[in-house]
């Protein structure tokens, strides 16, 4: 059973950071592609960044320049590094992670206030 379990979110102000993390478990090998959507209110769930097994990334166009994502194959585990975070930033940020399927995470929440 593949588990997905994500930290990190938070409060903070305009201008801040924060780092999320997301630990797989229970997968039979390395996933082959890990990432991070989200997901404001009354909207749908979009793509924020998302990282392959050999390193490529991909990011939305809103956060590129400020967000970056990492992951450590060995531990199964996909971070993302939120930097100078904006009010259109907040949502609540789900792991993502595929390896036959995909796999997502409970989710955790970013607010920023201005």
């Known amino acids: 059973q593949v588990q997905l379990v994500e930290s990190g979110g938070g409060l903070v102000q305009t201008g801040g950071s924060l780092r999320l993390s997301c630990v797989g478990s229970?997968?039979?090998?390395?996933?082959?592609?890990m990432g991070w959507y989200r997901q404001a209110p009354g909207k749908q769930r979009d793509l924020v960044a998302i990282?392959?097994?050999?390193?490529?990334?991909n990011y939305t166009e809103t956060v590129k320049g400020r967000f970056t994502i990492s992951r450590d194959r060995a531990k199964n585990t996909v971070y993302l590094q939120m930097n100078n975070l904006k009010a259109e930033d907040t949502a609540v940020y789900y792991c993502?992670?595929?390896?036959?399927?995909?796999?997502w995470g409970q989710g955790t929440r970013v607010t920023v206030s201005s």
């Open positions: 229970g997968a039979s090998g390395s996933f082959f592609r």
């Open positions: 990282i392959t097994y050999g390193g490529t990334t």
């Open positions: 993502y992670a595929e390896i036959i399927r995909g796999y």
